[in-house]
């Protein structure tokens, strides 16, 4: 069969290779991938800039995916063959608060991810794709719908009243804006795009701030809010706009600490942030019944995951490149 890995660090040294078919040790499945999304992590991770000292030579790429089970080992219970599963990204995270050994198990490095024809991966690491999805939207979830997911619903208490901002359109934020409008929040939505808030307010942001326009868009969220911030912001750029971020939080709000677009330290006005008694939360994805109740949630709400590109299995690197440069919503790999 054919696999994407990753030989060493940078974009040259990610290959399409013929490697021996997997085959499913106890507890385990084996998947024929149907589809795979990315996530920024992804390229990251081929950057070197992700806890590069755990990813094993020649990782298969890919924490995200979807396929049919065409084989089980021994042990087995929860699935059959003719079953569809998507993956679930930390694959011991079961449920409960986050212990670290959970780290050493996340697919797509350092465990092997989907961008292969077949990957086995342990029956707990899976989850039931949903049946109103397609593998190409399943793909999209287990990393940039749960991630939003969780701050809202997990560390945060997001419902009918409450206001959240949310920063770009990337493949987290667009979930993020779903999710939230469908919990009758206000959703203010951020990007240096027009077009693509135009299309934000179409998936259900109330607001919007062209932060290219108005780089002070934690004074606009200020604004629009009254003066009181918002409840919960969800923070996928990082670096030293940490800083906006907790001054458009409202006085105890919570500022969900999710993403490094743009670096992965950041300098702090520590009065404002104990004078605003803010809560600083990091997020790191989410546990699988964490998992189950989004997909509950998606199904509930009919949410359709936001696809912008989908690209073919030998045409990988294309899709790595469109990452690089941002997408409006997912991008997918399709391998079957
Ligand atoms: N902690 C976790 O569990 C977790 C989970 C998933 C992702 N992440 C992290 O979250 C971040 C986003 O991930 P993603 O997969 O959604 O990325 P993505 O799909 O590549 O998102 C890129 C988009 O982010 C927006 N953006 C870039 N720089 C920005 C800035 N300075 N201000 C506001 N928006 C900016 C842009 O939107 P516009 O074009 O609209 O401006 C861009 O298109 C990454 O750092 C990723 O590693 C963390």
Redesign the pocket.
């Known amino acids: 069969m054919r696999a994407w890995t990753l030989d060493d660090f940078g974009f040259d040294n990610l290959n399409l290779r013929e490697v021996p078919m997997p085959e499913p040790a106890a507890g385990e499945v084996l998947v024929k991938v149907s589809a795979v999304s ?4 992804d ?2 991770l081929v950057d070197g800039v ?1 806890a590069p000292e755990k990813m094993p030579k020649g990782l298969v790429p890919g924490a995200d995916f979807a396929g049919v089970v065409v084989g089980t080992g021994s042990g087995v219970t929860k699935y059959s063959v003719g079953d569809r599963v998507t993956s679930h990204f930390y694959s011991t995270w079961q449920d409960g608060p986050w212990l670290p050994e959970y780290a050493d198990h996340q697919i797509g490095g350092p465990l092997h991810g989907g961008l292969a024809e077949y990957q086995v991966i342990g029956e707990h690491a899976v989850v039931p794709t949903p049946a109103a999805l397609t593998d190409e939207e399943a793909a999209t979830l287990p ?2 719908a749960l ?1 939003p997911w ?1 701050a809202l619903r997990e560390h945060g208490d997001i419902g009918a009243g409450d206001t959240v901002l949310v ?8 979930f993020a804006i779903q999710i939230a409008a469908a919990l009758r929040a206000r959703v203010i939505a ?4 027009d077009v ?2 135009a299309r ?1 307010r179409e998936l259900g942001a109330t607001d919007t701030i062209n ?2 326009t108005t780089p002070d ?1 934690a004074g606009a969220a200020l604004e629009l809010t009254g003066g009181r911030g918002v409840d919960l912001v969800l923070d ?4 030293d ?1 940490l800083r906006d971020s907790i001054r458009a939080a409202r006085g105890s709000g919570m500022v969900a ?6 670096g992965q330290s950041a300098n702090l006005d520590l009065m404002n942030l104990l004078w605003q008694q803010t809560h600083l939360q ?5 546990h699988r019944r964490a998992f189950l109740d989004l997909v509950g949630f998606l199904d509930e709400h009919a949410i359709r995951p936001v696809i912008d590109t989908v690209y073919d299995f030998d045409d990988a690197l294309k899709a790595y490149d469109q ?1 690089a ?7 997918v790999i399709r391998v079957g």
């Open positions: 990315l996530n920024y992590r390229k990251a992700y990393i940039a991630t969780a920063q770009g359109t990337g493949g987290v934020s667009i951020t990007s240096s795009s693509k808030l934000a932060y290219r868009w996928v750029v990082g670096g706009g600490v999710i993403g490094f677009l743009d990091g997020v790191a994805v989410g990452l440069r941002g997408a409006f919503g997912k991008i």
